[in-house]
């Protein structure tokens, strides 16, 4: 579990003055399993609460807690880092090998894997993630879809309890868009086969309203704070709310509030013409 405690955040500025809270006394947490996505206009504190999980930023107030340990507590540093690990918008600025099947083995030499066994889950890796007939080359020479999908594969490879997605899919095209969503919810599903405690916990920040649909629990940032924190067939039904937040709401969701305002359905009746569609 992450749990957060009161976590706010305050850059500062060039004058080394603090500037607004980047984020304001958020109250969280986060459980084994949960698919949980993110959404928020620009500026509204994303990346930092991203940054905040796994110790790339330590809360000016309040606290992280991965598993039972503080992210201020700088022993623990090793081990929350490989537990969350994290997805960028820009593939470029996370990849650092010359070669695709090097960039998988990096972190597995990092935490001292033995090498049968290192060559065993970049094998693994690179068909999961039809990768194999690309190992041996540099990953600048991959497509932006291909590239996103080598750092989450490089991700995956070292086995982390957690991850953490910066709007993966802002860069791609569409297509690309789909198939890495779709790796992203395949992660959701296979955890339904696994024990509680081999679940995969996936945070996904996105500006894709529809992305979202699929998730457990949605969570709304405004300004720095939690606006909305619920499944996201409730969360986007605050449509006034939401668009008033700078940001838009899955035409799904639209629709079925008017069946629900203007049919007299409940949202349980509504669901079930959905599904039956
Ligand atoms: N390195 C930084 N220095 C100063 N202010 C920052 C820095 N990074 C982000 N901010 C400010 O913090 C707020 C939240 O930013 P961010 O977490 O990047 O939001 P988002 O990812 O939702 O766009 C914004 O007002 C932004 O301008
Ligand atoms: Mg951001």
């Known amino acids: 579990m992450i749990q957060l405690n009161q976590v706010s955040f305050e850059y500062k500025n060039d004058e080394g003055n603090l500037s607004e809270l980047a984020l304001d006394g958020i109250n969280l947490e986060i459980r084994e399993g949960e698919f949980i996505a993110v959404m928020g206009r620009n500026g509204s504190g ?14 000016t107030a309040g ?20 537990k969350v690990g994290m997805v960028f918008q820009n593939p470029d600025n996370q990849i650092v090998s010359t070669t695709v099947e090097r960039e998988i083995a990096f ?16 094998e693994g890796t690179l068909r999961r993630f039809r990768l194999e007939e690309y190992r041996k080359h540099p990953p600048h020479l991959l497509s932006g879809g291909e590239k996103q999908r080598l750092a989450l594969a490089a991700v995956m490879a070292m086995n982390p309890k957690y991850i953490v997605f910066d709007e993966p899919t802002a860069m791609l ?50 300004k720095g704070r939690i606006a909305f924190d619920d499944r996201p067939e409730y969360v986007f039904q605050n449509i006034k709310e939401i668009r008033n937040m700078g940001l838009d709401v899955p035409i799904e969701s639209e629709i079925k509030k008017m069946l629900v305002e203007y049919k007299g359905l409940s949202l349980e009746e509504v669901d079930e013409l959905f599904h039956g569609l």
């Open 46 to 59: 994303k990346s930092t609460f991203a940054r905040c999980l796994n110790a790339l930023l330590v809360p």
């Open 63 to 82: 606290e992280v807690i991965v598993d039972h340990m503080l992210t201020s507590d700088r022993d623990n540093l090793i081990e929350i880092r490989r």
């Open 173 to 222: 095209d569409p297509i690309s868009q789909q198939e890495l969503l779709n790796i992203l919810y395949d992660i959701k599903s296979e955890n339904l086969k696994k024990k509680t405690t081999d679940q995969i916990t996936i945070i996904f920040i996105t500006q894709f309203p529809e992305e979202t649909l699929r998730s457990d629990r949605v969570l709304i940032l405004n």
């Open 107 to 122: 972190g597995l030499e990092n935490l001292g894997v033995s090498t049968p066994v290192m060559h065993e889950v970049v």
